[in-house]
C-alpha cells in the first residue's frame, strides 16, 4: 500500500475505529482499497500474483452504477476474490487515493486507515454511530 499511495477505506476502516474503541457493533466486512488511478494495475497484479487474488469482476462508474459519475471520485472499481474473502480495488479519477472519499455521500464512512496513520474526518460522529 505505501509503495501505490493506496489507503483502506469503508467498513473495514469503520471496525478499525471500532477495535480502537471497542463497541462490538461492527462485522466483518469486504476490503475497499482506494488506489491513485496511475498506481491501480500495480496494485492489481500484486493482489493477484502475491496475494492470490482473482479478479470477479470490472466496471467502470458511470456505466450504470453511479448516476453522476464525477461526483463519486471513482474511475472505475475491480472485485477480487479469495476464497470468502473479497476486495473491492477502487481507481480514483486523479493521483490522490483519498479523493474519492471526500466526495462519499456520506459522513458515515469519510475514515482512511493507511500503513502508518489513521484518520475519521467526522470521528466523533462515526463512533457514536451517527452521519450527515
Known sequence: MRKTRSVISGGTSVRYADILAPTGRYARTDLDIYCPKSQVM???AFLKKEEGYDMKRQYSVGSGRASRPRETGILSVRMLVKGSLKIDLM????DSSVYPILHFHT???MNVLTP???WSLYASMTT?????
Open 107 to 109: 459522513t458515515a464512512v
Open 42 to 44: 500495480r496494485m492489481l
Open 91 to 94: 481507481s480514483s479519477r486523479t
Open 116 to 118: 502508518d496513520f489513521y
Open 128 to 132: 457514536v454511530e451517527r452521519c450527515m
